[in-house]
């Protein structure tokens, strides 16, 4: 047999059918669906009188639109959100696919969910109406976004029309360094690989500084492979990965767990494996990073200075300038003066526990700079739950935090959470993007220690100088 990759492997367990030219059929094991991507693909469905193939692999959570506040009890102001809420409840219920609405303590942000309840496996093939879906790549799955009529597809099919990727091999080597994390990682191999590095590509991700992850970690280093173009990123499964999954609601339990395993242990990439692209990066060389633009790939080490555009070469140059100018920086400027005014902890990127206990742990006994607005969004019901058990909900609150409900929340600006014009964040989100936490809102994409920190002092802030 042949040498393969993790990805191959996957990939040539999920083929029903495949063309002349390549194009496959896959088949897919869970599809995860929430409120944005959802209406009309149901509503398809509806229209054909067609049901959902396999309702039992299909998961349901409102997450985008929900406001945060406790009061949100009392139902969603805003129309636009409301509608997609409400669709998401009826549809859920009327094709009777799994659902965890917001008045259950399980609901939160579908890439947290997912793992949480124990429906993300290493081998399966896992898709969402939501380009994050590659956080599942964690567990060795292969899990990416698709489009809304592909959502419809996968409802009445569970099966995907999809052409193979080529395989990326990314590989940190050793160890990291204190005050360095997961995020920084990921925010590392994209400023190496920008954010069209990794096109064309699914990227396994290697090397002792990823197996030292605990899965929290691998599942922030996997978030962000969209963000570098890739298709989907890849963990190959090991002892931390079958440790996290047991005893999960929907793990497989005694005979199944024992068979679940014995194929889990095969899927790793084979020593010769072909690879079309191998990016590596030392451990020891990754710093605790932040974002000074308006794309992911704009970061640099926090002891660095805001760049000027003659720094980068052809089409970049007028990019940078854009993004300075709408962030408003000035060349030269070091970062850890950049003022900010709010901080937002949470996301699909950083919204685990050991998120929090990262954040947690550089503000006990510290308060947030006057007049800072700082809010902890929690991943789901369960952290937020687990996050009060430990004593960190206390910690949050007496620093000045807000202790919010679960959601995608400042993240992105579709529900209260919001930048106003002009205003600046430090966020543990994934994306810079213009206008992404509010019209005019300026974000800095940073760990949850460093956004700690910077709540702290109120600018950015090297979070080793706090440790
Ligand atoms: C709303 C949704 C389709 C979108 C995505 O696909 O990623 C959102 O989750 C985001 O992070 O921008
Ligand atoms: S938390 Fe942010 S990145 Fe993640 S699914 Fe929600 S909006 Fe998208």
């Excluded at 920084?184 to 197996?211: H, K």
Aim: contains cysteine; aromatic residues 6%.
């Amino acid at each position: 047999m042949s040498p393969k990759t993790l990805y191959d492997k996957i990939w040539d367990a999920h083929v029903a059918h495949e063309a002349e030219d390549g194009t496959s059929l896959l088949y897919i094991d869970r599809h995860l669906v929430h409120e944005v991507t959802s209406p009309q693909a149901f509503e398809g469905l509806r229209m054909a009188g067609r049901k959902v193939r396999a309702p039992e692999k299909t998961i349901a959570v409102p997450d985008h639109n929900v406001p945060t506040t406790p009061d949100r009890v009392n139902g969603i102001d805003n129309p636009e959100s409301r509608i997609q809420v409400e669709a998401l409840d009826k549809n859920a219920k009327e094709f009777g696919v799994h659902y965890y609405p917001v008045s259950d303590v399980r609901q939160g942000i579908v890439h947290i969910v997912g793992p949480e309840q124990g429906w993300t496996l290493p081998g399966m093939t896992v898709v969402c109406g939501d380009s994050h879906t590659a956080t599942h790549g964690a567990f060795g799955a292969l899990a990416h976004g698709i489009g809304t009529s592909e959502v419809e597809h996968v409802l009445a099919t569970q099966t995907l029309i999809q052409k193979k990727s080529k395989n990326m091999k990314v590989e940190i080597t050793g160890k990291l360094r204190p005050g360095v994390t997961a995020k920084d990682i990921t925010l590392s191999v994209i400023g190496e690989t920008g954010t069209a590095g990794g096109t064309g590509y699914v990227i396994e991700y290697c090397g002792e500084a990823i197996r030292d992850l605990s899965m929290e970690g691998r599942m922030t280093v996997c978030n962000m492979a969209i963000e570098g173009g890739a298709r989907a990123g890849l963990i190959a499964p090991d002892e931390t990965t079958f440790t996290y999954i047991k005893g999960r609601p929907h793990a497989p339990k005694g005979a199944q767990w024992e068979a679940a395993l014995t194929w889990w242990k095969t899927l790793f990439s084979d020593d010769d494996a072909h690879w079309d692209k191998v990016i590596t990066i030392k451990g020891e060389d990754i710093a605790p990073v932040v974002t000074w633009g308006t794309s992911p790939e704009d970061v640099l080490p926090i002891t660095a200075k805001v760049p000027a555009p003659e720094d980068f070469k052809g089409g970049k140059v007028d990019a940078a300038k854009r993004s300075l100018d709408y962030m408003g920086l000035k060349p030269g400027q070091p970062l850890t003066e950049i003022e900010i005014d709010t901080v937002f902890i949470g996301s699909c990127t950083n919204g685990r526990i050991e998120d929090l206990r990262a954040a947690a742990e550089i503000l006990k006994g510290k308060k947030i700079k006057d007049g800072m607005r700082a809010m902890v969004v929690p991943g789901s019901g369960l952290v937020r739950a687990q996050a009060e058990e430990e004593g960190l909900a206390d910690i949050f609150k007496e620093a000045g935090f807000e202790w919010r409900m679960a959601g995608c929340s400042m993240c992105l600006a579709m529900n209260p959470d919001q930048l106003s014009e002009g205003e600046r964040c430090a966020s543990t989100s994934n994306r810079n993007f213009e206008g992404r936490q509010g019209y005019k809102g300026r974000t800095h994409l940073v760990s949850p220690a460093m956004a700690a920190a910077a709540a702290v002092t109120g600018h950015l802030t090297d979070v080793r100088e706090m440790m």
